[in-house]
T-cell receptor
Framework: LAKTTQPISMDSYEGQEVNITCSHNNIATNDYITWYQQFPSQGPRFIIQGYKTKVTNEVASLFIPADRKSSTLSLPRVSLSDTAVYYCLVGEGFKTIFGAGTRLFVKA | DAGVTQSPTHLIKTRGQQVTLRCSPKSGHDTVSWYQQALGQGPQFIFQYYEEEERQRGNFPDRFSGHQFPNYSSELNVNALLLGDSALYLC???????????????FGPGTRLTVL
C-alpha cells in the first residue's frame, strides 16, 4: 500500500504563500494524489487532485514532479481561516488511507 | 444541492451498549464509506458500501457492521461499545466504488460518539 509522509506541523503568517510537501515513494502507476483540508469537528473537505505536472484551481495549486514520488500543495496568500489540518492521500483502490496530516497554523 | 448529512450530531452511550449512526449521501452519489477519527488523528477507514453490499473493510472488528439501503443511505452499527470507540464517525460519499484513479470523496460533518 502506498504510504504518505508529511510534516507534522507548519506555521505561517497571513498573506504568505504556504507550501506543504508530501512524500509517497511507493505510489502506483494508476494512483492519483488528493489533498483534503479539515477544520476541527468537521469532516475533511476536498481541495485538489492531480496525477502529474501541475494542477490549479480557485483555492490551491498542486505540483507533482515527473517521478511522482512527492507532491507539493501550494496555498497562495493564506488567511487566518486557512488554519486547519491538511491531508495528502494517494489512491488505494476502495480504501482511502489518511495519515496524520499537517497542522497548519496561520498567525496574524 | 444537499451535501452529505449525518445523524445524530452527538451521542452519549455507556459501555456494552449498541449504537446506530445514519448517513445520507450527496445527491447523485451511490457509494458510502465510513471512517472513525479519534482525537488528534487522521480518519481511519472502517468499510465501504456500494450496491447495498460491503465492498471493502478496514482493520475493524466484527462489532462494527453496516447497511446500505436502496436509496443509497447507510447505517453504521457498533455493538458492545468500548471506551475506545469514543470518536468522531465520518461518512463520505462518492460516485462509484473507486478505482484509485479519482477517489474524490465528500464528507459529512460527522457524529461525535462518547462512550462512558
Amino acid at each position: 500500500l502506498a504510504k504518505t509522509t508529511q510534516p507534522i506541523s507548519m506555521d505561517s503568517y497571513e498573506g504568505q504563500e504556504v507550501n506543504i510537501t508530501c512524500s509517497h515513494n511507493n505510489i502506483a502507476t494508476n494512483d492519483y494524489i488528493t489533498w483534503y483540508q479539515q477544520f476541527p469537528s468537521q469532516g475533511p473537505r476536498f481541495i485538489i487532485q492531480g496525477y502529474k505536472t501541475k494542477v490549479t484551481n480557485e483555492v490551491a495549486s498542486l505540483f507533482i514532479p515527473a517521478d511522482r514520488k512527492s507532491s507539493t500543495l501550494s496555498l497562495p496568500r493564506v488567511s487566518l481561516s486557512d488554519t486547519a489540518v491538511y491531508y495528502c492521500l494517494v489512491g488505494e483502490g476502495f480504501k482511502t488511507i489518511f495519515g496524520a496530516g499537517t497542522r497548519l497554523f496561520v498567525k496574524a | 444541492d444537499a451535501g452529505v448529512t449525518q445523524s445524530p450530531t452527538h451521542l452519549i452511550k455507556t459501555r456494552g451498549q449498541q449504537v446506530t449512526l445514519r448517513c445520507s449521501p450527496k445527491s447523485g452519489h451511490d457509494t458510502v464509506s465510513w471512517y472513525q477519527q479519534a482525537l488528534g488523528q487522521g480518519p481511519q477507514f472502517i468499510f465501504q458500501y456500494y450496491e447495498e453490499e460491503e465492498r471493502q473493510r478496514g482493520n475493524f472488528p466484527d462489532r462494527f457492521s453496516g447497511h446500505q439501503f436502496p436509496n443509497y443511505s447507510s447505517e453504521l452499527n457498533v455493538n458492545a461499545l468500548l471506551l475506545g470507540d469514543s470518536a468522531l464517525y465520518l461518512c463520505a460519499s462518492s460516485l462509484g466504488p473507486g478505482t484509485g484513479f479519482t477517489d474524490t470523496q465528500y464528507f459529512g460533518p460527522g457524529t461525535r460518539l462518547t462512550v462512558l
